[in-house]
């Protein structure tokens, strides 16, 4: 299975991006059910979970977004998203989508470790 991103691009500081994640080739599993997530990297830091949602539609924060991201699902289009408000220039970084079907439900972002498959990234570049 693969998964692309896109909407990444520079803006200032306030300014908005929706980034979109499309997952093909899932053969054993429908898009619906598969928990997922965006997480991301900046340069000379760690990979860091910004926000997960579940087959049931909860999602889950890190509270350095939460207020200004929303995560959603279209599950007709097999695409996550994630709208991207007020960015900050701590917001820049690498952005990737993030998937597996093996988790029915969450109650926090889950760990890298237990996503199946990674897209390639697309880069949110936030500028003072």
């Known amino acids: 299975e693969k998964l692309v991103e896109s909407g990444g691009g520079s803006v200032q500081t306030g300014g908005s991006l929706r980034l979109s994640c499309e997952l093909s080739?899932?053969?054993?599993?429908?898009?619906?059910?598969?928990?997922m997530a965006w997480f991301r990297q900046a340069p000379g830091k760690e990979r860091e979970g910004v926000a997960a949602i579940d087959r049931d539609g909860n999602a889950f924060y890190s509270d350095d977004v939460k207020g200004r991201f929303t995560i959603s699902r279209d599950n007709a289009l097999n695409t996550l998203h994630l709208q991207m408000n007020n960015l900050k220039p701590e917001d820049t970084a690498m952005y990737y989508c993030?998937?597996?079907?093996?988790?029915?439900?969450?109650?926090?972002?889950?760990?890298?470790?237990?996503?199946?498959?990674w897209g390639q990234g697309t880069q949110v570049s936030v500028s003072a």
């Open positions: 993030a998937a597996t079907p093996d988790i029915a439900t969450i109650a926090t972002i889950p760990r890298e470790r237990f996503f199946r498959s």
């Open positions: 080739g899932n053969t054993y599993s429908s898009f619906d059910v598969y928990c």
